[in-house]
């Protein structure tokens, strides 16, 4: 795949830590990455963004942002409010395939979820992964809520007739609860695609070596890991009381 578009059920489940993993991971098979951050909310000019700390986290990858706007609010709300021009799904597909002559992957991190709007006419991620024909990874929470917000942005993927690639767990928690456990085999079913990882909760805190290091591990041979999900499932699997 030489462009992913990586988004996720909403805000703060881990897709800027799982974008870097996936960067870190196909840097160490040997590709050459790019990470294209389509609009940074929520940083100063000067302030580190999202793209930036991808790069802190995996090495060398290029990085290209299209916008940045201060405020913490979805794109195109925050492109308004800053009375700045907003960043267009065809102008997120073009930069993409630039990025993607020069690069043996491309990953596109969007903001938030699916279906935030990046423009006054309702443009999304989505409407930019249709026109990149591009497959899409959907970051995820591990507990309780998830197979929900999983399942919808699933079905809305596959009714525009995108590939969904498959589904990280964004945070796995060091103890994880009943329902996260369970949800290790329902959130495949839910989604219809494939559990391609589970990032540790606290991964983008450790040092870059250390990241880098463990990133593989993280994901699924798919993404160039060599993390199992059936390992995995047996590990977390609830204990049965007799």
């Known amino acids: 795949m030489a462009i992913l578009v990586i988004t996720g059920t909403g805000t703060e489940v881990g897709k800027t830590v799982t974008t870097a993993a996936v960067a870190a991971t196909a840097l160490a098979a040997g590709r050459s990455v790019a990470v294209l951050k389509a609009a940074q909310t929520g940083v100063g000019p000067h302030e580190r963004g999202d793209a930036d700390e991808v790069a802190r986290l995996a090495g060398a990858v290029t990085t290209a942002e299209l916008a940045r706007y201060p405020e913490p609010l ?57 026109s990149l024909g591009a497959p899409v990874l959907v970051v995820v929470t591990a507990g309780l809520g998830t197979l929900n917000t999983t399942e919808l942005t699933a079905r ?87």
Not at 76 to 95: F, M, N, W, Y
Not at 204 to 221: I, K, Y
């Open 74 to 130: 979805a794109p195109g709300t925050a492109a308004r409010r800053a009375g700045r021009a907003p960043v267009h799904p065809h102008e997120i597909a073009e930069a993409a395939a630039k990025l993607a002559t020069d690069h043996d992957l491309v990953l596109v991190e969007g903001a938030g979820g699916l279906l935030v709007r990046f423009d006054a006419a309702g443009g999304t991620l989505a409407d930019a992964a249709e």
């Open 156 to 242: 809305e993927i596959r009714s525009r007739r995108l590939d969904l690639a498959g589904v990280v767990i964004g945070s796995w928690p060091a103890e994880p609860d009943l329902a996260s456990r369970c949800n290790v085999a329902d959130l495949p079913e839910v989604a219809g695609a494939p559990l391609l990882g589970a990032l540790p909760a606290g991964a983008g805190a450790l040092v870059p070596e250390d990241f880098r290091a463990a990133a593989p591990g993280w994901l699924a041979p798919r993404l160039d890991g060599t993390w199992q999900v059936e390992a995995f499932r047996v590990r977390e699997a609830p204990p049965v009381r007799r």
